[in-house]
């Protein structure tokens, strides 16, 4: 089944557009504001999943990391801790994208390092993987985390956010940093999950994962 649809998509970003307007969160006529839709205009980010050093989102029991594209497209011996794969471009942009929506950017992808802001959608099936926080420690032992030690995990669960939302401003673009993610979904397993996580000013302020 295909996740691609453009009139829903741009659709939902138009809302988001609408209402980070309407907080003033931007300028509805701020002539540097470039606005690019995901991913009609845009590819997104060189990332795969949201899996980063210093940032892994953790309770005290469960590891959660959530994909942004395809997880068969990930590199075998990429290290998933640095999050961005700057040596795999421009292929990485080809990977299926499991998400849709909106990026902000100040000056343009020709000055900024990356959008101020960006909001995205789930497509309806974000592939949301789960692993105990003693077999991740072990995995990450050696300071590197590849997708073929997550799926050999022994307590690996894998499931799919029917909804997925997440909001970011990114270090190094915004002024004021920030990342909130809400999903559920089910597992493959047949149990629900719902798992949210937020950063603030650099430092992760909460998550929340549970079963049921």
Known sequence: MSHHRPSFQRHTVL??????????????????IERYVVP???????????????????????????????????????????????????????????????????????????????????????????????DFNVAAADNKVTILELQSLPSLRKGYATFFEETLHPAGAAVQTMLHISSSGWLEDGAAFQYEATEAGGQLTNVRIRFR
Not at 21 to 26: D, E, F, H, T
């Open 15 to 32: 809302c988001c557009l609408a209402a980070l307007v309407a907080a003033g969160l931007i300028g509805s006529t701020a002539e540097a």
């Open 40 to 134: 009609d205009e845009s590819a997104g980010g060189p990332f795969y999943a949201r899996l980063e050093r210093g940032f892994v989102h953790m309770t005290d029991q469960w590891v959660a990391v959530a994909f942004y594209r395809d997880p068969g497209c990930v590199r075998v011996n990429f290290n998933m801790l640095n999050f961005f794969d700057f040596a795999n471009i421009p292929a990485i942009f080809g990977c299926t994208l499991t998400v849709h929506g909106l990026e902000i950017w100040k000056n343009g992808v020709a000055s900024d390092t990356g959008p101020m802001q960006s909001k995205l959608f789930g497509n309806g099936a974000v592939p949301v993987w789960f692993v105990s926080v003693p």
